[in-house]
């Protein structure tokens, strides 16, 4: 069995920060991807940022420059750290993992609102 856990969810003000950690767990094996997504109401869930097994981190567009992500002391940990928030950084946020197996899960989601 596979658990995804995040944690993080908060209220900021808008230019405010807020970090997110998403834990895998389990039967997970070896973690070919882990990252977030998010998704705004009437909008579809996109892509955030991820890190691959090698250690290449990918980010939306929307997100450069401002937010980063490192892994935690271990490959199935990882910290989103969101800084200058913006009113349309107000999401879902859910972790995503992509197993070696070609498994992959979800988090339950965590809900980040930036206020203006």
């Known amino acids: 069995q596979v658990q995804v856990v995040e944690s993080g969810v908060g209220l900021v003000q808008s230019g405010g920060s807020l970090r997110l950690c998403c834990t895998a767990?389990?039967?997970?094996?070896?973690?070919?991807?882990i990252g977030w997504y998010r998704q705004a109401p009437g909008k579809q869930r996109e892509l955030v940022a991820n890190?691959?097994?090698?250690?290449?981190?990918n980010f939306a567009d929307s997100v450069k420059g401002r937010f980063t992500l490192a892994r935690g002391n271990a490959e199935n940990r990882v910290h989103l750290q969101m800084n200058s928030l913006k009113s349309e950084d107000t999401a879902v946020y859910y972790c995503?993992?992509?197993?070696?197996?070609?498994?992959?899960?979800w988090g339950q989601g965590t809900q980040v609102t930036v206020s203006s």
């Open positions: 890190v691959t097994r090698p250690g290449n981190l």
């Open positions: 995503y993992v992509h197993l070696l197996d070609s498994r992959e899960y």
């Open positions: 767990s389990g039967n997970i094996g070896d973690i070919v991807v």
